[in-house]
């Protein structure tokens, strides 16, 4: 009999990507041999370098994953006091700064790319204000240059919360390179995982320094603390992985552009359905493929879309509902109150992300669409 390939008929919002497994092996022969696990090893060097040469980037830091890279880079910072974010975000990003004792102050999103409105920025900054942190969402860019220039002639930092944008490229620099640090997360749901990962993203020789003394524990040296740190070292398997799955990478983009390319062609008929355009100067990587359901036009809403397609055991995202201003934690913020942020609730509303994954079958494909029609 002929091989029939066999199309899952469960299909979640996100698949990991592992490599085959006997090109792991090696690398976890070569860890047993050394017996070293952990603690600045010899693979989480080589994947420092290597990720360093890939996103074309000066200086890199590994981290036991993104939620600890956003902790230590707000510390490397010294950021005090209250930071400028966005509640269209998944809530790490939020939850870092109160980690930090940082009063978090949204601002509302710009509807084109919903990253943070530097229109709006302004007028939300404080004598207390340190920072902005904005977070470029789906892989999109935030609007750099704008962010960039209001923090200089503010006096405030800005730290990018880069977690999706592993391989993605604005003006024929990575986005990841953009702002005075930027985190990125390896989670297994990512475009880039090391199971659980991630890095900051640095300029300077001493930032990198500092930061790793950070992780460390503020070790420099046997018995010398320079600074009360914290234990957010990434480790020797997780390093091997990402060596690994480096070579996959572009692989897996062209896999997923291949599939935006198919919901694109099919859903660009469906009136009331939308999506983001391709935007001047970006490199996609194709994190996420957000679709906005207008009820009005489209007949449905949202969450009866959601539901149908739950039905039918495909499992889409509401990234990113609730907003995280709307989480009951963060709803007593003055800056969290409902109507101040009408374009992020709007949205919240109408956002659905639609199954992706690099070998997402044609056959899942044509049912999600069919169902959509
Ligand atoms: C995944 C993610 C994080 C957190 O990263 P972890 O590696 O899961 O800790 C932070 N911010 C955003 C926007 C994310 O999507």
């Known amino acids: 009999m002929k091989d029939e390939k066999k199309i899952n008929t469960t299909v979640f919002v996100t698949k990991p990507f592992l490599p085959p497994l006997e090109e792991y092996i090696p690398y976890l022969q070569k860890i047993w041999e050394s017996n070293i696990l952990t603690n600045n090893g010899p693979y989480h060097q080589q994947l420092e370098k290597e990720l360093c040469a890939f996103l074309n980037v000066p200086y890199i830091s590994l981290f036991a994953n993104g939620t600890l890279a ?159 740190g914290i234990n957010a070292k990434m480790n020797e398997v997780q390093a091997a992985m990402g060596l690994l799955q480096l070579k996959y990478v572009p692989k897996l983009i062209e896999g997923r552009q291949s599939v935006v390319q198919q919901y694109k062609d099919a859903l660009r008929s469906i009136e009331g359905i939308s999506f983001l355009d391709d935007m001047d100067k970006v490199e996609y990587n194709y994190a996420y493929f957000p679709v906005f359901i207008d009820s009005n036009i489209y007949g449905r809403t949202r969450d009866e879309v959601y539901i149908k397609l739950k039905e039918n055991n495909i499992f889409a995202r509401r990234y990113f509902y609730p907003l995280i201003s709307q989480f009951p934690v963060y709803q007593g913020l003055e800056s969290a109150q409902a109507g101040k942020m009408p374009v992020a609730e709007s949205i919240a509303e109408k956002v659905l992300c639609l199954p992706i994954y690099p070998d997402l079958e044609k056959e899942n494909i044509a049912r999600i669409v069919g169902i959509l029609k």
């Not at 220039?149 to 880069?162: M, P, T």
Request: charged share 20%; with cysteine.
């Open 70 to 228: 956003l902790l230590t880079a707000l510390q490397a910072l010294k950021i005090t006091g209250e930071v400028i974010t966005t509640p269209f975000s998944f809530v790490a990003t939020t939850h870092s700064l109160w980690w930090n004792n940082i009063k978090p102050v949204f601002v509302d999103i710009e509807p084109e790319r919903m990253t943070l409105d530097p229109t709006k920025i302004e007028a939300a900054i404080t004598p207390k204000t340190t920072a902005i942190l904005p977070v470029h969402v789906y892989g999109y860019p935030c609007m750099v240059e704008e962010i960039d220039e209001i923090a200089k002639r503010r006096g405030l930092k800005v730290l990018y919360d880069a977690a999706h944008t592993f391989g993605a490229n604005y003006k024929g620099k990575s986005l990841a390179s953009y702002g005075d640090l930027s985190i990125l997360s390896f989670h297994a749901t990512k475009v880039f995982n090391t199971f659980e990962g991630g890095a900051i993203v640095c300029h300077t020789a001493e930032m990198k320094h500092h930061i790793d003394n950070l992780k460390n524990f503020g070790f420099r040296g046997e018995t010398v603390i320079e600074e009360p």
